[in-house]
């Protein structure tokens, strides 16, 4: 996959506040970089799992034992 050179962004960047316009880029910027953040805390807190992982336990059936 080639790289994007300064002209390719220059034209994304140009189409973007062409559709969206210039008063609007800081919301989109501010929900994309919040997007972003919840995204990693989600994949990288290793609490989350624990927590989910613990539910899931409690929250089973118990096994019979048969002799």
Known sequence: ??????WELAIILLII????GVGKLPEIGGA???????FR???T???D?????????NTSKPI????
């Open 49 to 57: 799992d624990k927590a989910d992982l613990k539910s899931d336990v």
């Open 45 to 47: 807190d290793p609490a």
């Open 32 to 38: 994309l970089g919040k997007g972003i953040k919840e």
């Open 1 to 6: 996959m080639p790289s994007l050179g300064p």
């Open 17 to 20: 506040v062409i559709i969206f």
């Open 64 to 67: 019979k034992e048969e002799l």
């Open 41 to 43: 805390t989600s994949a």
